[in-house]
């Protein structure tokens, strides 16, 4: 009869590597990590069964910090290392490392591929608005008019706001955290890794040197209420010090409307993160501080929907079935081919 060797139980410290964090001090990616760590003791997988794979910015030290298997790979290419990675090794726990610049400029391409394939693995995208690594030029995600060192006279490009993109890409698991909040951020990564099949989570980061405050609106304790809105599946959106406003629909637009004076619950748009139609989710990810809305935080969407990595592994096993083992040598050498003098 044989016995089962119990699975160490794992701690936080148990997933951090012995190099030394090189963030700059107060930078919010320390909170990330920390979370992160948190987290992964609760999953039951085995450090030997995640990797986290980055491409180039601060963000990307972070492969450096975790004690699993890590890839530190080129800008902006993680999501196509960690494809490769996934469907070759399905049986991984395959997390991708990025920021607004990594992400969203020169790896703006891989990362909609990744998301619109729905594979499984799960992507934390850092956003600071700017680049710090290269200290200070503005990023796919800084607002217009920001002055910075590559625009002193103020950005003219439109930014990109990530959770639409990953809506608009239909992805399949959508959230928002914030790294001050550490308990939201922890159960948002959570939910994320538990997810089967693409999960995007956008994490407003602040860059205490090249960028600091950008996010304090959405963090001031005196603002957050008001200024958030925490979504939670199947109940109304309902934000402020004392929940006493709301969202609701004016045909097909959102408005700030206050409880009281004829307006119930009743009248407000419920959450709902499993439809299967993104258009509402698409909707709340529009709703910007700066055009007098709460900026929902949580889990936007969270449907389900075939995987690339399951198949394209099933036709792999499909036509080896059919047709044997493949011969790469017979391959090669088969048709036409000509030798080179």
């Known amino acids: 009869m044989s016995i089962e060797t119990p699975l160490p139980v794992l701690k936080p410290t148990d997933f951090a590597s012995d190099q030394d964090v090189r963030w700059c001090p107060g930078c919010g990616d320390y909170s990330i990590l920390a979370q992160m760590k948190k987290v992964l003791p609760t999953l039951g997988v085995p450090r030997e069964k995640t990797v986290f794979i980055s491409g180039i910015g ?12 890590g890839v530190h790979s080129i800008h902006g290419r993680a999501p196509a290392v960690a494809t490769g990675l996934k469907c070759v090794r399905p049986d991984l726990q395959v997390w991708v490392i990025t920021g607004d610049g990594d992400g969203l400029s020169i790896g703006g391409n891989h990362l909609m591929h990744a998301i619109r394939r729905n594979l499984d693995i799960n992507i934390v995208l850092f956003n600071n608005r700017i680049y710090g690594l290269t200290k200070g030029q503005y990023s796919p995600t800084s607002p217009l008019g920001q002055k910075t060192k590559s625009t002193p006279m103020g950005a003219i490009d439109n930014p990109l706001h990530p959770l639409s993109i990953a809506i608009g890409c239909e992805a399949t698991f959508v959230a928002r955290s914030i790294d ?9 990564l959570k939910r994320a890794a538990e997810h089967p099949g693409a999960s995007f989570v956008e994490v407003y980061q602040n860059c205490n040197v090249f960028n600091d405050g950008a996010w304090d609106y959405a963090k001031d304790r005196d603002t957050k209420l008001d200024t958030t809105l925490e ?5 109304p959106l309902l934000f402020g010090k004392l929940r006493e406003k709301g969202i609701r629909l004016n045909g097909m637009n959102p408005e700030v409307v206050e409880l009281g004076k004829g307006i119930t619950e009743d009248d407000l748009l419920f959450h709902d993160e499993r439809s299967p139609e993104p258009s509402l989710a698409y909707l709340l990810s529009r709703m910007r501080y700066e055009d007098g809305f709460p900026e929902p935080i949580g889990v936007f969407r969270c449907v389900d929907a075939p995987r690339y990595d399951a198949l394209i592994n099933g036709q792999i096993e499909e036509a080896t079935q059919k047709r044997g083992q493949g011969d790469l040598e017979a391959l090669f050498n088969s048709g036409d081919t000509w030798t080179v003098e």
């Open 180 to 188: 001050t909040n550490i308990n939201h951020l922890g159960e948002t």
């Open 231 to 235: 979504l939670q599946h199947g109940k």
């Open 58 to 69: 601060c963000s990307s030290r972070f492969p450096y910090y975790m004690n699993t298997y």
